[in-house]
C-alpha cells in the first residue's frame, strides 16, 4: 500500500464493489426469496465487510475463500470469508486446505 496508484486503486475497487449488494438469480430472473447469508452474518464481520475483505484477497492474490455451513437440505445457511493466512491450495491434490 505504500504505492499511491496502488492504495488508490484498491480503495476505489473494493469500497465500490463491496458496496454492491449480492442479489441471487435462479436463470435470468432474481430470485423471489433471497438467502438470508447474502446480506447478513451471524458473526461479528458485516456482510459488507465480508466483501471488502473478499475483493482485498482477489485484489492482492488472486484468491479468496469463504466458508460456508448448510442446512439438511444442502442450501448455504452461512458464508463468512475465510482470512487468507488461514488457508492454502495444496499444490499436490489441488484441495484447499483449513489451518485451524
Do not use: C, K
Not at 504505492?3 to 473494493?14: D, E, K, Q
Not at 423471489?32 to 482485498?56: A, C, F, K
Not at 460456508?68 to 475465510?82: F, W
Amino acid at each position: 500500500m505504500a504505492v499511491p496508484a496502488v492504495s488508490r486503486a484498491r480503495l476505489i475497487l473494493a469500497n465500490t464493489v463491496a458496496s454492491i449488494p449480492l442479489i441471487a438469480y435462479q436463470g435470468a430472473t432474481i430470485a423471489e426469496q433471497q438467502p438470508r447469508w447474502i446480506d447478513r452474518t451471524n458473526g461479528p464481520v458485516s456482510p459488507y465487510h465480508r466483501m471488502l475483505w473478499t475483493v482485498d484477497d482477489l485484489f492482492f492474490y488472486g484468491w479468496s475463500a469463504w466458508a460456508v455451513r448448510r442446512d439438511s437440505d444442502g442450501a448455504v445457511i452461512e458464508a463468512d470469508r475465510i482470512p487468507w493466512d488461514d488457508w492454502q491450495v495444496n499444490p499436490d491434490t489441488g484441495r484447499v486446505e483449513y489451518q485451524t
